[in-house]
């Protein structure tokens, strides 16, 4: 058989699988000329790469003593692309020719830009905007409120709403700090709203219980009288405080959940949508998580209340010799089976005072670097588990990433919408709404 035909089957015949690459991301792919052809071949050229670049370095002799080129780039463009291997040969008499070998390589697309982003509808009942944001700037010894709440990208996908809420507070008179965040149940129809009740009520009432102690020991003086290991009212009060305020968010959502059609249109006057339809608390089922906050000149008071995922932290950042601390507030809560969370609208959450208890922390501490806040579209991704959100080597990278994306120490109006890009953050299957709220 004449030899050009025989090297041009087996240039043919040599299989070369080039790995996938994916848009915007460094590829590197190393291709070894086969043994049986590299004898064949003089010189080899890759034609192609120009257009989605590319480029190839090609190599004399490898180790082994085979020649070998290498891919490399970053492409822009996705698709299948056909490049053309020119492989310069030598016939038997002496006589150049050229056969071409086709190389197939698979771009993906940047799995980002297959989200899609559809508004939510306006005239929808119980419309929420999809991403918003606040800031409370103090004057030192005082600390900073910040927080932001984003829609995710499965909800945004199809055009759904942002479930959770957010609400903080500073009194002035008091001189305490009131911090809600809810992340509505992805299964309820309404639980966009019952975040927002949650939060709502529970802020107001938490003001209302501040500002209007008169008689007996104030939460103050319980506050003092725990710190310098006297008698003192603390759990009385933080149960008043933090568990009617609790319980009451729970009522304001059952309450609407059993008002009428035309009540729903009254707390909604915006809307044009409006479901006849019977409802349940359960329709407005949401985690929640409540913070009280002072400064007193021993240190802060803080206390919380928890129901359901996502997590509270008392952070203190990593110092000159000195290691990052974590302080859990409470840990998440699950239901019966994996995946699964408590809700304020769970019966069980109320069933008896110990419950309510249990679900109360007080901590008093010299200072702290933030107290976070957080749904699990962010301690999730962050965290991924229970036992993650005890390492303070954790929170310390978390921390770091915040202050350089964020720009804590650029405390100005345009803080907010540094946190909602923040909160943008892309984890591969964490796509859920996610809300943010610290003290600093």
Same mark, same amino acid.
């Given at each position: 058989?004449?030899?050009?035909?025989?090297?041009?089957?087996?240039?043919?015949?040599?299989?070369?699988?080039?790995?996938?690459?994916?848009?915007?991301?460094?590829?590197?792919?190393?291709?070894?000329? +086969?043994?049986?052809?590299?004898?064949?071949?003089?010189?080899?050229?890759?034609?192609?790469?120009?257009?989605?670049?590319?480029?190839?370095? @090609?190599?004399?002799?490898?180790?082994?003593?085979?020649?070998?080129?290498?891919?490399?780039?970053?492409?822009?463009?996705?698709? @299948?692309?056909?490049?053309?291997?020119?492989?310069n040969c030598q016939g038997k008499m002496g006589n150049p020719f050229i056969v071409n070998k086709e190389l197939n390589l698979i771009i993906n697309p940047d799995?980002?830009?297959?989200?899609?982003?559809?508004?939510?509808?306006?005239?929808?009942?119980?419309?929420?905007?999809?991403?918003?944001?606040?800031?409370?700037?103090?004057?030192?010894?005082?600390?900073?409120?910040?927080?932001? @709440?984003?829609?995710?990208?499965?909800?945004?996908?199809?055009?759904?709403?942002?479930?959770?809420?957010?609400?903080?507070?500073?009194?002035?008179?008091?001189?305490?700090?009131?911090?809600?965040?809810? +992340?509505?149940?992805?299964?309820?129809?309404?639980?966009?709203?019952?975040?927002?009740?949650?939060?709502?009520?529970?802020?107001?009432?938490?003001?209302?219980?501040?500002?209007?102690?008169?008689?007996?020991? !104030?939460?103050?003086?319980?506050?003092?009288?725990?710190?310098?290991?006297?008698?003192?009212?603390?759990?009385?009060?933080?149960?008043?405080?933090?568990?009617?305020?609790?319980?009451?968010?729970?009522?304001?959502?059952?309450?609407?959940?059993?008002?009428?059609?035309?009540?729903?249109?009254?707390?909604?006057?915006?809307?044009?949508?409006?479901?006849?339809?019977?409802?349940?608390?359960?329709?407005y089922s949401t985690t929640f998580l409540l913070a009280v906050c002072k400064k007193f000149e021993f240190g802060w008071a803080i206390a919380t209340f928890w129901v359901g995922d996502g997590a509270i932290c008392i952070f203190n950042a990593e110092k000159e010799g000195?290691?990052?601390?974590?302080?859990?507030?409470?840990?998440?809560?699950?239901?019966?089976?994996?995946?699964?969370?408590?809700?304020?609208?769970?019966?069980?959450?109320?069933?008896?005072?110990?419950?309510?208890?249990?679900?109360?922390?007080?901590?008093?501490?010299?200072?702290? !670097?933030?107290?976070?806040?957080?749904?699990?579209?962010?301690?999730?991704?962050?965290?991924?588990?229970?036992?993650?959100?005890? #390492?303070?080597?954790?929170?310390?990278?978390?921390?770091?990433?915040?202050?350089?994306?964020?720009?804590?120490?650029?405390? #100005?109006?345009?803080?907010?919408?540094?946190?909602?890009?923040?909160?943008?953050?892309?984890? @591969?299957?964490?796509?859920?709404?996610?809300?943010?709220?610290?003290?600093?």
């Amino acid at each position: 058989m004449d030899q050009k035909i025989i090297i041009q089957n087996a240039i043919k015949d040599w299989k070369v699988q080039l790995p996938n690459a994916k848009v915007g991301q460094d590829y590197e792919a190393t291709v070894k000329l +086969d043994e049986n052809i590299e004898p064949m071949v003089a010189s080899y050229e890759l034609k192609g790469l120009d257009a989605i670049s590319m480029s190839s370095v @090609s190599v004399e002799k490898s180790e082994n003593g085979t020649r070998e080129f290498t891919i490399k780039g970053k492409p822009e463009k996705e698709g @299948s692309f056909s490049l053309n291997l020119v492989c310069n040969c030598q016939g038997k008499m002496g006589n150049p020719f050229i056969v071409n070998k086709e190389l197939n390589l698979i771009i993906n697309p940047d799995p980002k830009t297959l989200w899609k982003t559809i508004g939510t509808n306006p005239n929808d009942h119980y419309f929420v905007l999809d991403q918003f944001s606040d800031f409370q700037g103090m004057q030192k010894p005082l600390k900073n409120i910040l927080a932001a @709440s984003v829609r995710g990208r499965s909800h945004a996908q199809e055009g759904r709403p942002r479930d959770d809420h957010f609400l903080m507070e500073y009194m002035p008179q008091t001189g305490w700090y009131v911090m809600a965040v809810a +992340d509505g149940a992805g299964s309820a129809k309404y639980s966009r709203w019952g975040s927002r009740l949650a939060c709502n009520k529970a802020v107001e009432l938490c003001r209302s219980y501040i500002e209007g102690q008169k008689d007996g020991q !104030s939460l103050d003086d319980s506050v003092k009288a725990q710190h310098e290991g006297q008698k003192s009212d603390i759990n009385t009060h933080l149960y008043q405080l933090l568990g009617n305020a609790a319980f009451g968010a729970s009522q304001v959502i059952s309450e609407e959940a059993n008002s009428s059609v035309e009540m729903m249109k009254a707390n909604c006057p915006a809307s044009e949508i409006f479901p006849d339809e019977a409802r349940t608390p359960k329709d407005y089922s949401t985690t929640f998580l409540l913070a009280v906050c002072k400064k007193f000149e021993f240190g802060w008071a803080i206390a919380t209340f928890w129901v359901g995922d996502g997590a509270i932290c008392i952070f203190n950042a990593e110092k000159e010799g000195e290691k990052p601390t974590a302080k859990m507030m409470g840990l998440p809560d699950s239901g019966e089976y994996a995946g699964q969370t408590r809700f304020l609208t769970m019966p069980e959450i109320f069933k008896d005072a110990q419950a309510v208890i249990s679900r109360i922390k007080f901590a008093i501490v010299p200072d702290f !670097s933030a107290l976070f806040l957080m749904t699990d579209g962010v301690s999730d991704p962050w965290f991924e588990t229970d036992v993650n959100l005890e #390492n303070a080597e954790k929170w310390q990278i978390f921390w770091d990433n915040i202050n350089k994306s964020v720009k804590l120490e650029e405390a #100005n109006e345009n803080i907010g919408n540094r946190l909602e890009d923040w909160l943008g953050f892309w984890s @591969s299957g964490n796509h859920d709404d996610r809300t943010l709220a610290l003290l600093f």
